[in-house]
């Protein structure tokens, strides 16, 4: 899934209205396994001037960029911090694990050849998929359509949760990012 898909489900699990530490957390542990992926990206394509073919094509799968993907992308980090959330009695802890969580068990199924090592440190394994949220050989058109659907009904239900007008903005914003690029797919 694109990441603006993966925080409108992390949003749609996890916030609350009123609850201030509880929806951030929501929102950062939604994109957290994301997170290495963005900064690495930017500073290749900006500061290194690396044409976007060398960044996603060879630095995307090198051991280096795969080892960082590892740490973040890790069932088992994510579970510690649920646990250890638990532990202390934190709510907003263990909310910001689980948006994690949740991420990396919906983007298990998703990816084809570009997956990440979700059992690090057990394991390096990962997962081909025969289905892929983006690439069109392996029915990205249709899940990307049931993607961007999926944005569309959670940005409804988020609207519903959050009346406020900063939020509703946000919330349109967030909608039309998770489902503008679909379009490039589907089409």
Excluded at 64 to 82: C, E, G, K, R, T
Aim: hydrophobic share 55%; charged share 10%; with cysteine.
């Amino acid at each position: 899934m694109n990441t603006t898909a993966h925080l409108l489900v992390g949003l749609a699990a996890f916030s609350r209205p009123g609850d201030r530490p509880v929806t951030t957390s929501a929102i950062v542990g939604s994109l957290l396994p994301d997170i290495s992926l963005y900064a690495m990206a930017a500073f290749a394509l900006f500061v290194q001037n690396l044409p976007p073919s060398v960044v996603f094509g060879q630095l995307y799968f090198s051991p280096q960029w795969q080892a960082v993907f590892a740490v973040d992308n890790s069932v088992f980090v994510y579970l510690i911090v649920v646990c250890f959330g638990g532990f202390l009695k934190s709510r907003w802890l263990m909310v910001l694990g689980g948006a994690a969580l949740l991420h990396i068990l919906l983007d298990f199924p998703l990816h084809h050849d570009d997956g990440r090592p979700h059992f690090w440190p057990a394991t390096d394994w990962v997962f081909s998929s025969p289905i892929s949220y983006w690439d069109r050989a392996h029915y990205g058109h249709i899940v990307g359509g049931l993607e961007a659907l999926l944005s569309l009904v959670l940005s409804v239900v988020l609207w519903r949760r959050f009346p406020s007008q900063i939020a509703r903005i946000l919330i349109c914003l967030a909608a039309l990012s998770a489902v503008l690029p679909v379009w490039a797919v589907i089409l």
